[in-house]
């Protein structure tokens, strides 16, 4: 990275172009942020907060003068800059967004003959919580940075613009885009379509007095707690990434109905082998960045069923200053170790509970 000064504009502020913007002003102190984003409130507070130096209107012409432009609105509202900002972008000047889904953005560059400025951009990081008021100016750290750069995007631009990803603490990787949608079709979207057919089909079939509501909990709440994810915007990255999502179904659904005749013919050797093999290729998935589905913090605690018991704990890491996300009586342990359940925001706070609990001779046990 050079030391010149960088500008770089941000068109919305939510919670990744806001976490991008904190991060830029945290690891580049000197560059010149501009941003527009139309609740005006959050743009007072970027700019209250000295994340951002130039508080634009919705086509402000000092765009002109930034070096990167981050799209960081909704998909559509993305592409519907696109035509302006290839008026009015200086040479040299790289246009990237941070949509989940990249064929249609990449569509409409190459149909505005966009393809030699424009880098697509997905960072792998997030939280159930949205807003630039939730940003933080580390949520990239140790987070794949996916790059789909455009077709005509010079070798030395592509590389100035990883290398400055990749000083924000983020990793960058480039694949077409065509390779991420069916990537992110496979490890993200799949995911979240099963969870919430599962969750519908336990619905549907439990009994009148919902026994199955009432015994779902442990392993079923984990397998199924993407279910509680925006229905708004699975429902447009459904739409958006169609194509892709469909032929990893047809997979999927082929699978199930294999496992269906093991289950079926007794296949005991067919079915000792899906499970082992599942078990495997889990075991083997790295652990050390953030991936598609955000990993949870969670730790599981024994303790005695009397009065207080829960209290003593919360109150406990409360003195230690542990913010904790949710904590919990686990009633069904068939799949579980231990009688508590207690889920943090960060990992830092799963280890320093930890610490605290087992020098309070609680017995703990944390799931890999």
């Known amino acids: 990275m050079t030391e010149e000064r960088l500008h770089i504009g941000f068109i919305g502020l939510g919670l990744i172009g806001g976490s991008i913007a904190k991060s830029l002003r945290r690891f580049h102190p000197d560059c010149v942020l501009y941003a527009y984003t139309r609740t005006a409130s959050t743009l007072e507070a970027a700019a209250r907060e000295g994340v951002i130096n130039v508080c634009c209107t919705r086509q402000d012409a000092r765009f002109s003068e930034c070096d990167y432009i981050f799209l960081c609105a909704p998909v559509e509202e993305n592409i519907s800059y696109l035509a302006w900002l290839k008026d009015i972008i200086r040479p040299g000047c790289i246009v990237t967004d941070v949509g989940s889904v990249k064929g249609e953005i990449h569509q409409a560059v190459l149909e505005l003959e966009m393809d030699g400025c424009f880098i697509g951009g997905h960072p792998m990081a997030g939280s159930e919580k949205t807003g630039y008021a939730s940003s933080t100016d580390f949520l990239l750290e140790n987070a794949y940075y996916i790059l789909t750069p455009g077709g005509q995007v010079a070798v030395p631009g592509l590389s100035a ?4 990803i990749a000083s924000l603490g983020a990793i960058p990787m480039a694949l077409t885009c065509q390779e ?27 009994t009148p007095e919902e026994y199955m509501k009432l015994i779902a909990a442990g392993g079923f709440r984990d ?10 915007m699975w429902q447009q990255i459904c739409l958006e990434n169609r194509e892709m999502i469909s032929r990893v179904l047809d997979e999927y659904i082929r699978l199930l109905v294999q496992a269906r005749c093991w289950v079926d013919n007794g296949d005991s050797d067919e079915l000792y082998r899906m499970f082992s093999d599942s078990r495997d290729y889990r075991d083997s998935l790295p652990d050390s960045s953030k991936g598609m589905l955000q990993k949870e913090y969670t730790l599981y605690c024994d303790i005695y069923d009397e009065a207080g018991g829960i209290a003593t704990i919360a109150t406990l890491l409360a003195m230690n200053n542990i913010n904790i996300k949710n904590i919990g009586i686990v009633h069904n342990r068939e799949f579980e170790e231990g009688v508590l359940r207690i889920e943090f925001y960060e990992e830092d706070a799963l280890k320093k509970s930890d610490k605290v609990l087992r020098e309070r001779n609680y017995r703990v046990h944390i799931r890999s």
């Open 161 to 164: 613009f990883m290398e400055l």
């Open 180 to 206: 991420h949608d069916y990537i992110t079709a496979a490890v993200s979207h799949l995911p979240h379509i099963i969870a919430s057919t599962l969750v519908n089909a336990i619905h549907k079939m439990d």
């Open 223 to 232: 397998i199924t707690r993407i279910a509680s994810s925006s229905p708004v």
